[in-house]
């Protein structure tokens, strides 16, 4: 166990239905990240947020995607009319910023998109 | 091709064998490199965290950077089932998790 967290750990659900992940960062931690990972394939970043605000988002993420982290504590990222494409492993990862050796990564959440 | 290219293996070794690890990448900027392992069904762990070129050791672990020619290992010596896993390499220009490419990941099984 790093200490992140995410929930639900798997998700099947049916295209065009809305989803929503939830990810608890380690406390202290000021910079949280999200990351899709399909099968085969390395994480490749989606967003990323600094206490609150959320600096930078990736191409990747679409309009359909929309994250947010209230407080600078936990972070939700939501998918709408969600598509097969959509599946993959969704991972969350948290750092003090600036410092590499203190990212832990969260266990993912598995998204089956039917 | 892309930025980060890495055998996806799978890689069997007997217990005890020393192992290579390695990425090829096409820029550059690249300064930064990490290497993470995942275990099935759970996220990746950071294992090595290097800038620029030279080794790094950390226990049985050593990162190898070659920015000349563009390529990095991680060697895993008396190397344990427990090791058995799948291993990316990610780098960057800067340290900024934002801009991290990852590769796609070695498969590496440890038999014992």
């Known amino acids: 166990d790093t200490g992140v967290s995410q929930d639900p750990r798997h998700k099947i659900t049916k295209r065009g239905q809305n989803v929503t992940f939830r990810c608890d960062p380690i406390?202290?931690?000021?910079?949280l990240y999200w990351y899709r990972q399909t099968l085969g394939q390395g994480p490749e970043f989606l967003t990323y947020?600094?206490?609150?605000?959320?600096?930078?988002k990736s191409r990747l993420l679409s309009d359909r995607f929309s994250a947010e982290r209230p407080k600078g504590s936990f972070s939700t990222l939501e998918i709408q009319r969600t598509e097969q494409g959509d599946s993959a492993m969704y991972l969350c990862?948290?750092?003090?910023?600036?410092?590499?050796?203190?990212?832990?990564f969260g266990p993912g959440t598995r998204l089956t998109v039917l | 091709q892309k930025e980060v290219e890495q055998d996806p293996g799978p890689l069997s070794v007997p217990e005890g064998a020393i192992v290579s690890l390695n990425c090829t990448y096409s820029?550059?900027?690249?300064?930064?490199f990490m290497w993470y392992r995942q275990y099935s069904r759970k996220g990746p762990e950071l294992l090595m965290y290097t800038y620029s070129s030279g080794n790094k050791e950390d226990g049985r672990f050593t990162a190898q950077v070659d920015k000349s020619s563009k390529y990095i290992s991680l060697f895993i010596r008396d190397s344990q089932p427990s090791d058995s896993a799948t291993y990316l390499c990610a780098m960057s220009a800067n340290n900024y998790g934002q801009n991290f490419v990852f590769g796609p990941g070695t498969r590496l099984s440890v038999l014992p």
């Open positions: 820029n550059s900027a690249f300064q930064y």
């Open positions: 406390s202290e931690h000021n910079r």
């Open positions: 947020f600094q206490n609150e605000a959320q600096l930078e």
């Open positions: 990862a948290s750092e003090l910023a600036g410092e590499r050796d203190t990212q832990y």
